[in-house]
């Protein structure tokens, strides 16, 4: 049960966009369409902002949006607002029956 | 509205048990799927274990399984994580989360409790 494969951090200016990768496996990412994201601001519980690999929830952002192509899911946001700034996670159901969260990526608005 | 109210978080000894307690409201708990997820200080995020709707088959992180059991008590829209033999690195904040280990839509997450395992 490796974690998925997330960059450490990424930055933008507010208005740019930016994507957050997500690297797995054919044992996960790429089996299943069964990819989340999460943002987390400090101290606060994890926020659902895309489930199966694409669509939104009610009330978040159409601003974020997410992707998937073979082993790799992306996460990308688009006209960057500073409250953006957050630990955004992947997270995907696996052949093993479990579930995996990727190690996490910090996105500063600069 | 739905509410997830996370408790018995605490000081524990390596070695040592704590149940945690998830108490919902604002759906019908019997029929959805529930999750534990656990944030080690300053690290990511990591799935625990997991209760499906319905038949309520459980599952497991390598890390936890044989330690580790997920319930839930209908009656009381409870989910419960009875923890046994622990070690410092279960130290962590443990959240409960409405959804299941398959499609991991966890729209919904408890506030949080906070284990410490140390001597």
């Known amino acids: 049960q490796s974690a998925l494969t997330q960059p450490a951090s990424v930055s933008g200016s507010p208005g740019q966009s930016i994507t957050i990768s997500c690297t797995g496996t054919s044992s996960d990412v790429g089996g299943y369409n069964y990819v989340s994201w999460y943002q987390q601001h400090p101290g606060k519980a994890p926020k659902l902002m895309i489930y199966?690999?694409?669509n939104r929830p009610s009330g978040v952002s159409n601003r974020f949006s997410g992707s998937k192509s073979g082993n790799t899911a992306s996460l990308t946001i688009s006209g960057l607002q500073a409250e953006d700034e957050a630990d955004y996670y992947c997270?995907?159901?696996?052949?093993?029956?479990?579930?995996?969260f990727g190690g996490g990526t910090k996105l500063t608005v600069l | 509205e739905v509410q997830l109210l996370d408790s018995g978080g605490g000081l524990v000894q390596p070695g040592g048990s704590l149940r945690l307690s998830c108490a919902a409201s604002g759906f019908t708990f019997s029929s959805y799927a529930m999750t534990w997820v656990r944030q080690a200080p300053g690290k990511g995020l990591e799935w625990v274990s997991s209760s499906s709707g319905g038949d309520y088959t459980t599952y497991y992180a390598d890390s936890v399984k044989g330690r580790f059991t997920i319930s839930r008590d209908n009656s009381k829209n409870t989910l419960y994580l009875q923890m046994s033999s622990l070690r410092a690195e279960d130290t962590a904040v443990y959240y409960c989360?409405?959804?299941?280990?398959?499609?991991?839509?966890?729209?919904?997450w408890g506030q949080g409790t906070l284990v410490t395992v140390s001597s």
């Open positions: 199966d690999v694409t």
């Open positions: 997270s995907s159901y696996t052949s093993s029956s479990t579930r995996v």
């Open positions: 989360a409405k959804g299941g280990v398959v499609r991991g839509v966890f729209e919904y």
